[in-house]
């Protein structure tokens, strides 16, 4: 037996260069959502936005997604 599971290097320092975006679920509800980013450095400006048929949006400043379930 010649073959060794020869354990190639895996690069395993692949950083993941942008934030996970966090998946806020509201409450179905609701017609619109607010958000400032939360504390600290992620803080942003107060801002609304409306789903407008969506199931989901997409907070422009801090990338967080709310959606409706
Ligand atoms: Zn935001």
Redesign the pocket.
């Known amino acids: 037996m010649t073959s060794s599971a020869s354990s190639a290097p895996v690069s395993a320092d692949q950083h993941l260069s942008e934030r996970t975006p966090d998946v806020i679920a509201v409450d179905p509800h609701c017609s619109g959502v607010k958000?400032?980013?939360?504390d600290g450095a992620?803080g942003?400006p107060v801002?609304y936005y409306v789903f407008d048929g969506c199931d989901h949006v997409e907070?422009?400043?801090?990338?967080?997604i709310f959606v409706r379930r």
């Open positions: 958000c400032d980013g939360g992620l942003h801002v907070c422009k400043y801090c990338d967080r």
